[in-house]
């Protein structure tokens, strides 16, 4: 059982690192919408080619736009922080149990 257990730990870090990664990708990509910043510039270019299938099927289901300002990237952030402390921590939980 102490395979299953470290298989469960470790894939609980990956994905609490790339659920991180991708809230810092989320930020940048609110910062750069305060700003207009060059379309064929790479690191934009790979901002919005990120971001923007995840902030448009929020947009679609949720009215999240009031007085000119979007709020979709506070969703996604928030749905984020939700997955990290509901299904990292339940990951590392189950994880211990087997380890015993």
Do not use: C, H
């Amino acid at each position: 059982m102490f395979v299953l257990s470290n298989l469960l730990l470790a894939v609980a870090e990956i994905l609490n690192t790339v659920l991180t990664i991708y809230m810092w990708i989320i930020i940048a990509r609110a910062v750069l919408s305060w700003v207009n910043p060059d379309p064929y510039n790479p690191i934009v270019r790979f901002l919005y080619g990120a971001t923007e299938p995840v902030l448009y099927a929020i947009r679609r289901r949720v009215p999240a736009f009031f007085g000119g300002i979007d709020f979709t990237p506070m969703i996604v952030i928030l749905a984020v922080l939700f997955l990290q402390k509901f299904l990292v921590s339940s990951l590392r939980e189950l994880a211990m149990v087997l380890r015993t």
